[in-house]
């Protein structure tokens, strides 16, 4: 009856391992190298440690898309500042004529967006809340909206009242 018995603790050593703890899965494998569950205690630990490798993997490009957002909000702002037309188009090919007149205005300066917040991205686009400031006027809501152009970002929509 030996066979059984291997059989059984092989059976109730598996059972109380936590699938879902890598570090549990580790010293299960360490502790028990004849276990008849070897195998797939390996295929799970296996499958978790492709997870968190490509969650963070997902994580740092999402922390880069995040940078060239910011970025793309920032070269509004450095149009306004530098009052130039063509800073403004590269960063928002189809604007709204109201913004791309005052690039040329004097209080053209008082114009920018604040630091974004609440950025989403989804795919090749991406949303962003943040508010326009005007001069001595109380801070506007906008939402943006943002397409991905090869390696940059690009301002498709800024539309008030989010």
């Known amino acids: 009856h030996r066979g ?5 603790v092989d059976e109730q050593t598996w059972r109380a391992v936590d699938q ?3 570090a549990g899965l580790q010293r299960f494998l360490q502790e028990n190298p004849s276990n008849s569950h070897r195998a797939e205690a390996q295929r799970i630990l296996d499958q978790i440690v492709t997870s968190k490798q490509d ?5 740092a ?3 880069v898309e995040r940078k060239a957002i910011v970025a793309a909000v920032g070269q509004f702002n450095n149009a306004f500042e530098h009052g130039n037309k063509r800073e403004l188009l590269a960063v928002w090919p189809r604007p709204l004529k109201n913004y791309l007149d005052a ?3 004097p ?3 008082a114009i920018k967006l604040d630091a974004p917040a609440n950025i989403e991205i989804a795919g090749d686009s991406a949303t962003v809340l943040c508010n326009v400031v005007s001069g001595a006027n109380p801070p506007q809501p906008v939402k943006i909206t943002l397409q991905r152009s090869g390696d940059r970002w690009i301002i498709a929509t800024l539309a008030g009242n989010r």
Not at 55 to 59: I, P, S, V
Request: glycine fraction near 0%; charged fraction near 55%; avoid cysteine.
């Open 4 to 8: 059984e018995a291997a059989s059984r």
């Open 20 to 22: 879902k703890d890598a």
């Open 55 to 59: 969650t963070e993997k997902q994580r």
């Open 61 to 63: 490009k999402n922390e």
């Open 103 to 105: 690039v040329d205005m």
């Open 107 to 109: 209080h053209r300066r």
